[in-house]
C-alpha cells in the first residue's frame, strides 16, 4: 500500500516538537508535525529573555512580565527576589504552543491533527508511523505514514520512546497538576500581576513546591510531587484558599508528569530520536522546561538533518552530547539542591532564609535569564559558598 513519504515525522507539537520541525523545515527537509490538538500541559509558563531572543519569539505572545518573585517558606516568611533591570516572560501554553506550531506550518511543515499509534521499521531502513486522525471513526483503520526518520517529542510519557529506546533509560517523573484562573483585580488578597510566587511547604507539596504565576487575564496555580498518591488536586483547593483564589473562576484545569532528569539515551541508533519531556530536559528543583525543550528540539532537528544529509546514525546521538555539554552541569547543580533542600520543611526553610542574600539574587537570575553559570563574580560565589555551608551544617546537626 502507498503511503505519504516525508524526510522526518516529529510526533507531538508542544515548543520542543514545533521548534524542531519548524526547523527541520526551515532547512528544506520535508517534515510532517502530528500533533493531536487540544492538549496542553501543566507550566507556569516562564520563559527567560534568551528564549524570547534564541528563537525570535515576538513580545506579543507574553501576556505577562514578572519583574519580582516570592519565596515563601513553611513558616510563612516571604522572601523577595526583584529581576532588576529585566524581567520574566509569561506565556499561555494554549495560544503560544499554537503560534510555535502555525509557524512551523508557515516555513512549510505539514500539520497533521491526529493520535500516535505505532511505530515500525520498513525494510528499506525507513520508518513507519501509524496514527489515528482526530474525528476518525471507532474501529476504523489507522493511517500511515512513512519518513527516514522521527522525531519522539510527545511528552514524558512518550509513546515513540517506550517503542524505540531501552525501557531502563525512562527517567523518574514528578506529578504536575494547576489550574488556571481568571486573574483577581490587582491587590485583591495581595495578589501582584507582576509577581511568580513559589511555596516550599511541606504539606502542599512534599518534595517540590507550589506556584502561583500571573498570566494577564488569567493566572496558574499549581503544585508538583514525585511522592506516588499525594493529593495535587486537594493541595492546589488548599492553596487556593490560603490565597483568596478560591474565589476565582476556574478556566481549566490540566494534568501531566514532568521528567526528572535527562534520559540516558534519546535516539534508537538508526533513525528515532526523542526531545523535550521525552528527552528528560526539565530542569530539578525549578522545574522549569520550555527553554530547554526548544533547545532539545533545535539540537534534535540539527542532529536528525545531518543523519539525513550523510546517513550516518551516529548524527544522533550528537544532540544529547551537545545539549549535556551546554547544561549537564547546571541540571546536576539543581538536581542536588531538590535532592537536599526540599526534603523537610526545616531545610526548606533555610533555602528561603538563603534566598534573601543579596548575591544569591543576582546569581540566580544570571543564571536563569542568561541559562549559564555565571563566572563574572568569583568573591559572591565564595560569599555564597560560606554561607551555604553554614546553613547545610545547620540542617544537618539540628
Known sequence: MSMEQ?????????????????????????????????????????????????????????????????????????????????????????SFDEWLRDRAESSGATRIDGTFEGLES????????SYRPKGAARGSAPEKLRARAVIGADGANSAVARTALPKSSAPPFVAAYHEVIESPPEGFAGFDGGRCDVFYQGHLSPDFYAWVFPHGEHSSIGVGSAKKGFPLREAVAHL????????????????????????????????VIVAGDAAGVVAPASGEGIYYAMTCGRMAAEATDRFLATGNARALGDARKRFMKEHGRVFWILGMMQYFWYASDKRRERFVKICEDPDVQYLTWEAYMHKKLVRARPAAHARIFMKDMGHLIGSLTR
Open 122 to 129: 520498513a525494510q528499506d531502513g525507513s520508518s513507519i508511523i
Open 240 to 271: 487556593r484558599a490560603e490565597t483568596g483564589l478560591d474565589q476565582c473562576r476556574t478556566v481549566r484545569v490540566e494534568g501531566a508528569p514532568i521528567p526528572l532528569k535527562p534520559r540516558k539515551r534519546w535516539d534508537d541508533g538508526r533513525n
Open 6 to 94: 516525508f524526510d522526518a515525522i516529529v510526533v507531538g507539537g508542544g515548543p520542543s516538537g514545533a521548534t524542531a520541525a519548524d526547523d527541520l523545515a526551515r532547512a528544506g527537509r520535508r517534515v510532517a508535525l502530528l500533533d493531536r490538538a487540544g492538549r496542553i500541559k501543566p507550566c507556569g509558563g516562564a520563559v527567560p529573555p534568551r528564549l524570547l531572543k534564541d528563537f525570535d519569539i515576538p513580545l506579543s505572545l507574553l501576556v505577562a512580565r514578572a519583574t519580582s518573585a516570592r519565596m515563601i517558606a513553611p513558616s510563612g516568611n516571604a522572601v523577595s527576589m526583584p529581576v532588576g533591570k529585566g524581567f520574566v516572560g509569561l506565556v499561555d501554553r494554549d
